[in-house]
Every structure is written in structure tokens, then in C-alpha cells.
């Protein structure tokens, strides 16, 4: 008898995904399509504009779950099939100049970033929209809608340069994987193998950290090697600056340990022929720093000592939105979060919807607020203090990945777990 109805799951299992991939070649080809827009303003607004789109040969995400049930980020893309209008794919993402709008260099200057997004390859006439989250309701509003017709002779289909591929882990079809993909950034010519090699100490660390230790078998790992001018990156603030492939620099909005890249197109460019659902730039100095952002990317240094762990940090934002837990160092934003809103990301909570959160996770009978004492410290709870902030935002746990290195907190662990059913294909 059980054994019948685990036949009858399975087969009901098989069936839905049947649904859902017929959906999926209804609707699209497994192709990219490449979106390169322009995000302009200052503190006072933003605009968006397209830039340029591409046709790319693969096509790394999921087949059946199409429409993103996350809600996370600053950004939301949704497409629509457009004679129906039924929304067929959408995904949420942050971009650096939605931190860089937060800086005081925002209230006296204008600007314009180069963002990038890929959505499967439609087979019918679409309505691209994307939406930008608004801090006063954290709702997203729309900032830019078109039509996009799958022969337009304005979609570049050209080959870009091929760099070169290591596959580091392999698992099987990328559709039902995690893809990520390690960047070389400021690796000359002949550092090539030493980028490969860097690339498979960070997947080591990585898969030795829960819980993606009990994950390896859900992703695919790519090494995409491309070579720079010079070692290293820049270190503007000191006058230093590299020739490398992606333009990458410490002092982001002039914090020294803040190390990014904004050429979001030298970046594409370079993954165009390889399945990519995470990206981590990886950069060859020994120095201290990193960044990351939601479904945008991760970077961070080959050789610091904190490296290994600065990396599983950064990548905890990229690919899991995971906000930081710490609230004492320095940081260029002003008033990051609206302490009147819930923010979106899983770790964190103003307490104005904290049932949408962890709240499941904690011990019945905890103290929310939770103070750090004998009994509390090293257990789920509500601990003030996250998002850079001291008071009025708390964190799930006294210590974690996302906040000092620890291991990840439980409402972390549950968020990365999420988001791997998420690539998988699998019910999240
Ligand atoms: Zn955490």
C-alpha cells in the first residue's frame, strides 16, 4: 500500500513537472535573453533605460519555476506573454547603484549605472517591465515597460569572445542545478592556474560550510578564466590603479575594505556562454574585502587569510539575499532601512511583520527581544541590532555567518536551503 501511493506521488510528481516544462516550451526557447539597462538619477529618483539585448546560447535557470515567489530585492523583473498578458517569468535582484542612491554622494550628484538581467529566451512577443522597490512602502513600482519581439533585427546574436571554462563540479542538467560560476578578475596571462586553482580552494571552503556541505550534489561549479593587463585591482583611494578585465576597485563609495566592480557589461560579457545562476568574481590580491548583492554578484580577495569565510559571507547576499547582522562597523549608507517596514530580507526584522520570518524557528517562550545572556546566546531568538543598525533591527541569532563569520544562524540555513530548491526546480 505505501508503496502504491509513493507510485502515485512520483507519478503525480512527474505530471506536475510535465505541466510546468510544457509551460516553459510554450513560452520559451533555452536560450538567454540579455538585458542591459541603464539605471540614472540621485537621491531625489531614478530612471531606467534599455541599453542593449542579446541572445545567449544557454540557459542555466529553472524550467518549471518561472515566477519568482521570493519577493526579494531592490529590482523586480516580470515578463508577460503578450497577447494574453499572463505573466510567464519574473525575478527579483538588487544592483550597486541602488546603494550607491542611499550615499551622500547621491544629495549633490547624478549618475548612470549599467545594469544587466537574463531571462529564458521567449518564443512569442513579450512585455519586459521592471519595477523598483520603494523604501517609503517596499512595494515595487514600475520603472520601465516594452515590447520585445523574439526576431527584432535590434536583439545582437553575435558571438562574444570564448574564455576559458574549467568545470569545476559537476552534477548533471543545469536547469536542476545551482550554477556558479568563478570570475578571474586581475589574473594575467600566465595566472591562469593559479585562478583554477584559487577558484576550487573557495568551492572546498564553501561545501565545508552547512549547509551547503549537504548540497554539493545540487550545483554545477564553472571557473571562467580571463585575462588581465596587470595583477590585482585598484586601490583608488591610495592612487593605485590595474588594467583588468572587470575594472574592479576597493574604496566603493570611499570605504577602503569595499571592494567592487560597477562594469556589469565587461562582467556578462564574460559569462555569455556559460550557465550562470550565482557569480563570484574572484580577485587576485591578498588584500582584505568583498561585496555582494542579491541575484547581481558576489566578489571577494584570492589569498587574504578571511578569505575562505569572507567569500561564503558575500555569497550568502548574492545568492540567498541575506542582509548583514552586523551593526557596528563603518558604512557608506545613510538610513539603510525604513525601521516603519518590514525589510524583504529573511534574516532580519523591524518586528512589523516578524510572522513572516523566523518566528517559527524560535524556542516557545523566548523573549522577543531577546537579551544575549547565559541562556540566550547561543539559541534562536529576536537580538537587536543588524542592518548596520543598533537599535530598532533584529537578528535571528547573537552570532552568525552574516554578521562575525560564525555559522550560519538557523533562519539563515533555512534561507539558503530555499533558495537551492528554488535552482533545483524542486518545490520551494
Ligand atoms: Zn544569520
Redesign the pocket.
Known sequence: MIRKILLMATATLLCMTGIAQSRFDTFFEKKSLRIDFALSGNAEGQRAAIEQLREEPTWGGPLSNLVDEFHYGGYYVRIYDKASGELIYSKGFNTLFEEWLTTDQAKTETQSWTNSISIPFPKRDITFELLARSRDDMQFHPLLRMDIAPESIFIDRGALKSNHITKLLYNGEPNRKVDLVFLAEGYRAEEQEKFVSDARRFMEALFRTPPFSAHQEDFNVWAVGIESEDSGTDLSGKGIFKQTALNSGFYTFGIDRYLTTRDMKSIRDAVWNVPTDALFILINTDMYGGGGMYNFYACGTADNERTPVVFTHEFGHSFAG?AD?YFSSEVAYNDFYNLKQEPWEP?ITTLVDFESKWKDLIEEGTPIPTPVDETHQDRCGVFEGGGYIPKGIY???DH????DYAP??P??SRAIERMIRYYCDEEY
Open positions: 541575506l547582522e534574516n537578528r535571528p541569532m552568525c555567518m552574516m554578521r550560519f544562524c533562519a539563515c
